[in-house]
């Protein structure tokens, strides 16, 4: 399992974005952001659809694996992801793909939520306005 993209986004900070033709991390505003976007013909929904593809193909990953310490490691990998896509949110904030991302965040922790918890299948996350998880009861991840 190549975890690249996981560790990719895990490392974005706001105010960066990612050249997903390059995989390089880079200053949203900045020349070189917007010319090798134009360059590479990639549309501002590209971002936020290469993120759901990641999110949604590693937390089905995860899913199948059994309880090991590997499992573990691959959760880690995977909620470190998501706070690099939160990193982004802040980066896009205002902007419609703030909302994708944001989307694609819940999604990856409702599912993560049911797979940790499996007695929960039934039961929705939401979130307050300061972004924090409401679950039921305390969350062990």
């Known amino acids: 399992m190549d975890d690249s993209e996981l560790v990719l986004l895990g490392n974005i900070r706001p105010g960066e974005t990612v ?4 995989k390089e991390i880079v200053v949203h505003r900045s020349w070189y952001a917007t010319s090798s ?9 590209s971002l936020p ?7 949604h193909r590693e937390v089905t990953s ?9 499992m573990d490691q691959q959760r880690d990998k995977i909620l470190l992801a998501i706070s ?3 990193n982004l949110c802040l980066t896009y904030a205002g902007d ?6 944001s989307l694609a965040i819940s999604r990856a922790e409702q599912t993560m939520f049911k797979i940790n918890h499996p007695a929960t299948k039934n039961i929705v996350i939401y979130k307050n306005s300061t972004d924090q998880l409401l679950l039921p009861y305390p969350s062990t991840y």
């Open 19 to 22: 050249n997903i033709s390059t």
């Open 62 to 70: 995860y899913s199948k694996m059994i309880r090991t310490d590997l």
């Open 84 to 86: 690099g896509v939160r």
């Open 49 to 55: 659809e290469w993120i759901e593809n990641i999110l």
């Open 96 to 101: 419609p793909i703030s909302t994708r991302l």
């Open 37 to 45: 976007r134009w360059w590479n013909s990639e549309s501002r929904s």
